[in-house]
């Protein structure tokens, strides 16, 4: 460590009112962590940024604990243990935890999981191979549950979770359609990731583009969006339909519940299910989804893209530009260098 | 039969706006119909009236084909063969079928069930042991499936299929809570069904009634009425709840989706599912499940009402009662005499 190092973190200065902006947060310097005994010192290389962090902004969060003004940004990392007293983890391991948006944070072995950098690139542990991928294969193949020859409609097609769920259902033998917010992002799902068909919302009349994507109805809807978006997609639910609720980026900013027609008249008289999932709820499975996401992303089954900005400073910017549809795939901040700096002695 | 005998028949005089009246239909008389060959003649002796049979109604349903003006009402009956060419069928059996609100039917075997009339009272065909004993069933133990427990709310709950769905969930072990429309049905829901509590929907602040009534939240919702109540309902959901959606008896009358807060914001956070069935999704399994209502039925485990009314020119009204709260347990009419009128040669 240099001389006079000190610790850089991203707190929260402000509430956001509607879609976050950068200087909702402040940067802060405080003094390096001091490890105690049985705890370990890492030094965060990548932070995620993640739209579910714009819930516990609120003060009174629909679910978990409220981010207080002046506390650090919640964020899972990775990061390279510089020190331990922990006799079980050793100093240049890379390990997986919640470090926040800090250069440094200080843990226990509890609270980490060891990572093989070996496997993958480092990032992916955050993306394709984290929670994201976690989430797209649980909420289409345990929630969704679709069927060779399915219409599957993903909305917010483009991002980290959409990407991957899209592509599962392609792996299933199903037509995927997708939705997302430009043209380059509806090219990346049809030419790159094999999607059937891609819609963009912004500029394409939705009733028109679902007509003509659709054109057997829709039976499943892995469903990131809410709002107008899904409102559309529901009048056109076949029998039996499935919609996966992973998320609603678009009514993240209000916690005013917009009116909206009543799902339940619709998933009434077709007899559809509609439920809400979090990737925790099935965490004993995880080594067996994280082996077959392992498997698609080797045999290039499952493709992915990552956008990484660099500098801890820039990961509120990087927060607020998934709320403006800037990010294509996993959005990461890389806060330092991934070279070990600790030698084996 | 008589020297000049002729049908009696309800039929849609005109498409109800909002909630039905009773001269939305018509009664007219018309010539007895005559059986072809394999066909057989059926004298009706109870005919059901269902909430189900609001949505056909609108030029339009949701759900299943309009009924024309001038077009014989729909309705599930008991009848007695009168008279059969068909020779697997003998005169003097009871069946029920699709006889539509008339005195009289010609039908086939094919869509004619045989009923055992020594093992329940005929009418029952048509309520605690037919389509309504069955909805609640498959509703309650394949769609909610409530664990021992659990806090589980039935709206309607005083009518054929929520008076049903709430004994069966207390045969599961759970906590029980009914809302319905009237003192004497809540009454009716504690006293004699063995409810946990009941809410009158009218009278009771709905927030404060349901606080009380459901201090652990609410596991499950077998749900019959939609808007206000459904709203107030899911603002107390637990985690992982489960919503049944057999009915909205409050939203039957509009085909204009009223505006509500959105569900799916409030599903993703509790990661709860709200599911749409209909009865006939699970005809499979009708044996296994018309076993299990005929023991509960027999052994006292699951008790039932009845609401008669006589003739079936009082169809309309007892139909028009149905979504004014008039009757508390199934409500049928009967058209002519239990007696069979077929002698053995």
Known sequence: MSSTPTNV????????????????????????????????????????????????????????????????????????????????????????????????????????????????????????????????????????????????????????????????AKLQGCRVVGTCGSDAKCMYLVNELGFDAAINYRTQPLDDALASACPDGIDVIFENVGGEVLEALLQRINLHARIALCGAISQYHSQELAPVPPHSRTLHSRRARMEGFLVN????????????????????????????????????AAFVGLFTGENTGKQLVRVSSEEVSVREP
Not at 69 to 76: A, Y
Not at 104 to 117: G, M, N, P, Q, S
Not at 292 to 313: D, K, S
């Open 9 to 168: 973190q991203v707190v929260l200065a402000r509430r956001p009112v509607g879609v976050p902006e950068a200087n909702d947060f402040e940067i802060v310097e405080s003094p390096i962590p001091r490890p105690s005994a049985g705890e370990v010192f890492v030094r965060t290389i990548y932070v995620s940024v993640d739209p579910y962090m714009r819930g516990r902004l609120w003060r009174k969060p629909l679910r978990g604990q409220p981010i207080a003004l002046g506390q650090l940004m919640i964020g899972e990392g990775v990061g390279e243990v510089v020190f331990s007293s922990d006799p079980r983890l050793r100093e240049g391991e890379i390990v997986r935890g919640e470090f926040g948006w800090q250069k440094y944070a200080v843990t226990t072995l509890e609270h980490l999981e060891i990572i093989d950098r070996t496997a993958a690139p480092l990032s992916t542990a955050l993306g394709i191979l984290g929670m994201p991928g976690l989430t797209a294969y649980y909420g289409m193949l345990e929630v969704a549950r679709p069927r060779a020859g399915d219409t599957v409609v993903v909305t917010g097609a483009a991002g980290a979770v959409g990407s991957a769920a899209g592509q599962i």
């Open 281 to 316: 709820d099935f965490e004993d499975r995880d080594p067996e989804a994280m082996a077959a996401l392992t498997e698609w992303v080797t045999t290039g089954q499952l493709t992915y893209r990552e956008n990484i900005v660099a500098g801890i400073e820039n990961a509120p």
